[in-house]
């Protein structure tokens, strides 16, 4: 099974120019990328599908809940899913992210980004 097939990942950002740097990002690791403009379209494709492998969120978005309460939700819902978590006005040292969670300020460093999905996607 190739890096492709093993993991799904499903970017969560509401910004499209950023969205569409980040499903980039995915597919240029090797990886398939499924979009999300908010974390409640983040949930109802996770209802949906049982493929997803890896959530990358940013923290700052519109909806009932922003980036980090969709990863506590994840967390609690589908625990085997890893979870990336990014933002431009939070620092690390100021969110508290559910275990197993991986923080990147923006702007990131795309080949961390790319080597953290590769190395969950293991």
């Known amino acids: 099974m190739t890096r492709r097939e093993s993991a799904i990942v499903l970017v969560v950002e509401d910004e499209p120019l950023l969205r569409m740097m980040a499903v980039d990002l995915v597919e240029g690791a090797g990886f398939e990328a499924v979009e999300a403009?908010?974390?409640?379209?983040?949930?109802?494709?996770?209802?949906?599908?049982?493929?997803?492998?890896?959530?990358?969120?940013?923290?700052?978005?519109?909806?009932?809940?922003?980036?980090?309460?969709?990863?506590?939700?994840?967390?609690?819902?589908?625990?085997?899913?890893?979870?990336?978590?990014?933002s431009g006005q939070h620092a690390a040292q100021n969110v508290t992210l559910p275990t197993r969670c991986v923080f990147f300020s923006k702007p990131y460093d795309r080949r961390a980004v790319a080597a953290t999905i590769r190395r969950m996607a293991a």
């Open 37 to 86: 403009s908010d974390a409640d379209e983040a949930t109802r494709i996770l209802e949906t599908r049982t493929d997803i492998r890896i959530v990358f969120t940013d923290i700052d978005m519109p909806g009932s809940m922003d980036g980090l309460k969709l990863a506590a939700s994840i967390r609690g819902r589908w625990p085997p899913i890893e979870i990336i978590v990014t």
